[in-house]
């Protein structure tokens, strides 16, 4: 009965998790699950309780791989909310992106270049300031309220996952190999 945000991956400090957590408080008709395992899970955990967020925020531990993609397509929204705290996240442009695109859900991305331009590119999600801690809990009461705008994501995820899929970047692996 309720819009599923999804973080899957480590909780780790740069991935905006707090942020993500902090914006549920301002968002109704949602619940944000954080899919993994890491070095901030307990902080992350102290901080919901504090927050008194445990309605709208739940973990679940880490799956095996074979499992994943069942889980991420129970969700409505995929979040990719990666800090740009150093070059590495700066760059980064993260697996869970392609696979919430698998999953043919909408993505909510940070302001990352490389993220920034895979959401411009193909239309499947929008990207948010993180350091706006109003403009997130905007942008996800918004993805809540309109199922319309979340229908035309999916539509785009899906279409883009036919263009970031192994079928196709295995070629241009392999013909970077057989250049060298």
Same mark, same amino acid.
């Given at each position: ?5 999804? /973080? ?9 998790? @707090? ?19 890491? %070095? ?20 679940? %531990?880490?799956?095996?791989? @074979? ?6 397509? @129970? ?8 800090? +740009? ?8 442009? %993260?697996?869970?992106?392609?696979? /919430? ?10 302001? *990352? %270049? ?38 035309? /994501? @999916?539509?785009? +995820? ?12 295995? *070629?241009?692996?392999?013909?970077? /190999?057989?250049?060298?």
């Amino acid at each position: 009965d309720r819009v599923i945000f999804l /973080y899957q991956g480590g909780l780790l400090t740069d991935n905006g998790l @707090s942020e993500q957590i902090s914006a549920m408080a301002d968002v109704e008709g949602a619940a944000l699950v954080l899919l993994g395992d890491g %070095p901030t899970k307990q902080q992350l955990e102290h901080q919901v309780a504090v927050s008194e967020l445990g309605d709208r925020v739940f973990f679940l %531990p880490a799956v095996p791989f @074979s499992q994943l993609h069942a889980l991420t397509c @129970s969700a409505d929204v995929g979040l990719c909310l990666i800090k +740009s705290t150093g070059k590495s996240f700066h760059w980064s442009l %993260p697996n869970k992106l392609f696979e /919430y695109m698998m999953a043919g859900l909408p993505v909510l991305g940070s302001q *990352a %270049p490389e993220i920034h331009r895979i959401l411009s590119e193909t239309g499947a999600g929008e990207v948010v300031d993180l350091n706006d801690q109003a403009s997130l809990s905007n942008r996800l009461q918004c993805l809540v309220a309109d199922a319309g705008l979340r229908a035309r /994501y @999916s539509e785009a +995820s899906l279409q883009a996952s036919r263009q970031f899929c192994w079928e196709n970047e295995s *070629a241009k692996l392999t013909d970077l /190999y057989a250049a060298l």
